[in-house]
């Protein structure tokens, strides 16, 4: 029985991360996607982003802090290098360089695409206009937030504190206006 439950989670946190797999498309970066989502007509989703915690993310691995986390719990490299800290706090690391646009930066951490899907194939204007063709081409919209969330909010991260989903998305939310 606990080998199923166990098998069970597994099965579960495989298709959360599944959500952020990305059909062969690659990641276009943070600037490219606020080419067109930067105004206050927009929504602001830049400035909103850039003043979250999200973009700070990467950052955070290379403090005093996080390395003495990652080596508390055994691993004995820096937590920027340790891919079991990096899985929740940056996008683009363990993927084929080919697959990386010029103007991507794992630097931003949490950024537009981890949360949205690699972008390459649905960033042109014509098919952004057109949301379900955009989803075809690997939009990744969120229907339930709080799923989604603890997908990295969980008791998986080392400093968890348990979250409010409702709260925190006032924290981060980026509507079209
Ligand atoms: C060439 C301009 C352009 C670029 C570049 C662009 N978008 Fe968009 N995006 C749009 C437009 C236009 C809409 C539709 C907005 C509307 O309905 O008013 C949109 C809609 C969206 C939506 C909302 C879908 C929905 O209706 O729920 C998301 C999410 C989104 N874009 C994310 C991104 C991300 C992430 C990137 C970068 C990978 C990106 N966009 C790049 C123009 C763009
Ligand atoms: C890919 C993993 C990931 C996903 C998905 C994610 N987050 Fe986060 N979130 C993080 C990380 C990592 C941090 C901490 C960043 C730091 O402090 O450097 C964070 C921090 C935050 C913070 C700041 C917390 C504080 O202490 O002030 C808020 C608010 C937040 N996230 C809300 C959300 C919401 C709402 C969602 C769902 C819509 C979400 N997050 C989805 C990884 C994620
Ligand atoms: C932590 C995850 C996360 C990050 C990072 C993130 N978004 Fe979103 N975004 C969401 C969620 C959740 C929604 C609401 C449900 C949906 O449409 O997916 C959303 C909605 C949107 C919408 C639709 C707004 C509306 O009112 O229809 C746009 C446009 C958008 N995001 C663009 C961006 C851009 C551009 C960036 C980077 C600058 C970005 N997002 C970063 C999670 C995120
Ligand atoms: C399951 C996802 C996940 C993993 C794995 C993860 N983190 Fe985090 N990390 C988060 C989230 C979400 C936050 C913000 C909220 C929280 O602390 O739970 C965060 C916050 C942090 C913070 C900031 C805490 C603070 O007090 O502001 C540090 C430092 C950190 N993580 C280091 C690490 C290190 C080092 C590793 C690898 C050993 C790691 N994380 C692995 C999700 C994760």
């Given amino acids: 029985m606990k080998l199923f439950s166990c098998s069970l ?4 946190l ?15 970066g943070v600037e490219t ?3 067109c989502h930067k105004t206050e007509k927009q929504g602001s989703q830049l400035s909103i982003w850039q ?3 999200h973009a700070k993310a990467y950052e955070t691995l290379k403090t005093e802090q996080a390395n003495q986390i990652a080596k508390d719990k055994g691993f ?10 990096l899985k929740c706090h940056a996008t683009g690391y363990n993927v084929d360089q080919s697959l990386l646009g010029k103007k991507f ?8 695409e981890t949360c949205h899907g690699a972008g390459s194939a649905y960033k042109d204007m014509k ?22 969330c603890i997908s990295c909010h969980n008791v998986e991260s080392p400093t968890y504190v348990d979250m409010n989903i409702e709260e925190a998305w006032e924290k981060i939310k980026h509507p079209k206006p």
């Fill in 51 to 53: 003043n979250s915690k």
């Fill in 14 to 28: 495989i298709t959360v991360f599944d959500a952020f797999s990305q059909n062969g498309n690659s990641y276009v």
């Fill in 33 to 35: 996607c606020a080419m």
């Fill in 127 to 148: 098919i952004m206009k057109d949301k379900e063709l955009a989803i075809k081409n690997g939009l990744v919209v969120h229907e339930k937030l709080e799923n989604f």
């Fill in 105 to 112: 930066k794992v630097e931003d951490g949490v950024q537009c």
């Fill in 76 to 85: 004995t490299t820096l937590a920027v290098e340790t891919p079991e800290c």
């Fill in 9 to 12: 989670v597994v099965i579960m």
